[in-house]
């Protein structure tokens, strides 16, 4: 007989997405992504962080200050789209995408245009921004699929 407590694909998928946000550098936010295929392959992982060459170190990470450019918002790649441009596989159409933050209206323009069919969200933090309500109005009006993540209250511990 088979094991019965073993966890949900979107456990699984969501679990990974969240593995990855502990990869962000963002001292306020860490956001992560995995890009799943129809017959549930793992096709790209992403978390927030600063575009490849530009040294962490070196970066802004502040989210408030006089000048735009000394706070991370100009810089910083969200988790959607760099999990969407890390997939090696090439095409992402009828995917789906788990992500620990409801994405912006930057990366839902991403999404929709790479052919991701579906989003599994975690958190809707910022739901009441002018970038979540165009977000929702882009997904509506393109048929993507979005549904908030249920949590079952499974704690999963793993050690290093």
């Known amino acids: 007989m088979k094991r019965q407590d073993y966890i949900s694909w979107d456990e699984y998928f969501m679990g990974i997405a969240m593995l990855s946000a502990m990869r962000s550098k963002d001292n306020n936010s860490q956001v992560g992504a ?13 978390y927030n962080g600063m575009p490849i060459g530009c040294a962490d170190d ?21 988790a ?23 994405p ?7 999404v929709i245009q790479s052919g991701i069919s579906e989003i ?3 958190a809707d933090k910022y739901h009441d921004t002018p970038a979540c309500e165009a977000s929702r109005r882009m997904l509506k009006m393109t048929h993507v ?8 209250g499974r704690e999963i511990h793993f050690t290093l």
């Open 80 to 102: 959607e789209l760099n999990a969407i441009l890390n997939n090696a596989h090439g095409n992402l159409k009828g995917a789906r995408l788990y992500v620990t933050l409801f």
């Open 120 to 122: 599994v969200y975690l």
């Open 145 to 152: 699929k979005v549904r908030a993540y249920e949590p079952t």
């Open 58 to 78: 070196d970066m802004p990470w502040e989210r408030e200050g006089e000048n735009p450019l000394d706070t991370k918002y100009m810089y910083v790649c969200h």
């Open 104 to 110: 912006c209206n930057e990366c839902t323009k991403a």
């Open 34 to 46: 995995c890009i799943v295929s129809p017959e549930n392959k793992i096709l790209s992982l992403g």
